[in-house]
């Protein structure tokens, strides 16, 4: 059984910073992307930055210069590193690890961005 374990989110103020992280545990095999997407309320869920195994990792235009993902293959760990955020951040953010045959979501976790 896989888990996905999120962790960090919370409340912050606009040019605040935060950075999530989370877990992949259990007999997954193979990660090749790890990625983050976020779901406002009343909006589809978007992607948000992906790091492939190998080559450069990207990021939705409202995001880039503030957000940089990475990720630790030994732990099977992605991070969310978040600078100067915004309102318009605020999100349920989830991780997600592809793998060749199945992807793994992460449970969700809350981003507030707020005065």
């Known amino acids: 059984q896989v888990q996905m374990v999120e962790s960090g989110g919370g409340l912050v103020q606009p040019g605040g910073s935060m950075r999530l992280s989370c877990a992949a545990s259990g007999n997954i095999f193979r990660i090749s992307v790890m990625a983050w997407y976020r779901q406002a309320p009343g909006k589809q869920r978007e992607l948000v930055a992906a790091a492939p195994g190998g080559g450069s990792s990207n990021y939705a235009d409202s995001v880039k210069g503030r957000f940089t993902i990475s990720r630790d293959n030994a732990k099977n760990t992605v991070y969310l590193q978040m600078n100067n955020l915004k309102p318009e951040d605020t999100a349920v953010y989830y991780c997600?690890?592809?793998?060749?045959?199945?992807?793994?979501w992460g449970q969700g976790t809350q981003v507030t961005v707020s005065s």
């Open positions: 997600k690890a592809q793998t060749a045959f199945y992807d793994y």
